[in-house]
């Protein structure tokens, strides 16, 4: 059964990665599968984002130069707490389950270790979408 794209295109996602590839990667697979995208290469800009349209899912990098992705999601909780957070780490040092430990304790609601494929990434999107529907 496919999809009902008429849904996933009711869904905005913000992207935040410092990372211009990974950045447009995830971007260009989730306007693939019919959502609504949107690119910040920062917690800043993602903000300036979020003041402005409706958005039902944070996707962020946790490391990142100018804000950390694990302060990025205490601010998200903090100023929006129904968000959905999915963070993505490749780890500092190889180690990314640390950092995604503590995403995960801090709220995100899903954590996902780089490199991951495209249906790992839709499959916690319409995962976590369809529990907020």
Do not use: C
Not at 20 to 46: I, K, P
Not at 94 to 106: E, F
């Amino acid at each position: 059964m496919q999809p009902d794209t008429r849904i996933q295109q009711s869904f905005t996602i913000i992207v935040i990665d410092d990372d211009d590839t990974l950045r447009e990667f995830v971007a260009e697979v989730l306007r693939r599968a019919h959502y609504n995208v949107l690119l910040a290469s920062g917690a800043d800009e993602a903000f300036r984002l979020l003041e402005q349209n409706q958005v039902n899912v944070v996707i962020t990098d946790l490391i990142m130069p100018e804000k950390e992705g694990l302060e990025t999601i205490v601010e998200l909780r903090r100023m929006y707490p129904k968000i959905k957070i999915i963070a993505m780490s490749g780890g500092a040092l190889g180690l990314p389950w640390a950092n995604l430990n503590s995403a995960r304790r801090l709220g995100a609601t899903v954590t996902l270790t780089k490199p991951f494929s495209r249906q790992e990434l839709l499959a916690e999107v319409a995962r976590i979408l369809e529990a907020q529907s």
